[in-house]
């Protein structure tokens, strides 16, 4: 769980739905997804959950990381499970996070302008050219 709690109540709902509808309590669901009870009863709160309990959630759920980031509050628009590797590698790298909090800053038109550029620079690099760090 993170440190700073901040309530996320359509997370809270979504949790509470996806247990209803499977016909499990908090205690049999976070035996199922691989986390603590009270882990889940936090989330149930409304508390904020940190990425490896999110990761644990979508694959209980089978649904993307990116949707449960959505219920959260957070913009990362229409995602498929495809994504989940690029919202990791920005969560683990102080850099990735860095620049996406500045991409936050920019209007959606140069938001989309600058993940065309990237989408670009990734298709046409060679393979046996250096990633750059």
Known sequence: MSSRPVVISKLADWLKGECEIRGMSMRAASQDIG??????????????????????????????????????????????????????????????????GVLRLLSATCQREVLHYARYVRDTQQPDEPRAT
């Open 35 to 100: 986390v603590s009870h009270g882990t889940l009863s936090r989330i149930a709160l409304g508390l904020t959950p940190d990425l490896d309990t999110l990761e644990h959630l979508a694959k209980w759920a089978n649904v993307s990381l990116g949707y449960l980031l959505n219920l959260m509050g957070y913009e990362v628009g229409e995602v498929g499970t495809h994504d989940d590797a690029l919202i990791r590698a920005i969560h683990d790298n102080p850099i990735m996070r860095e620049t996406a």
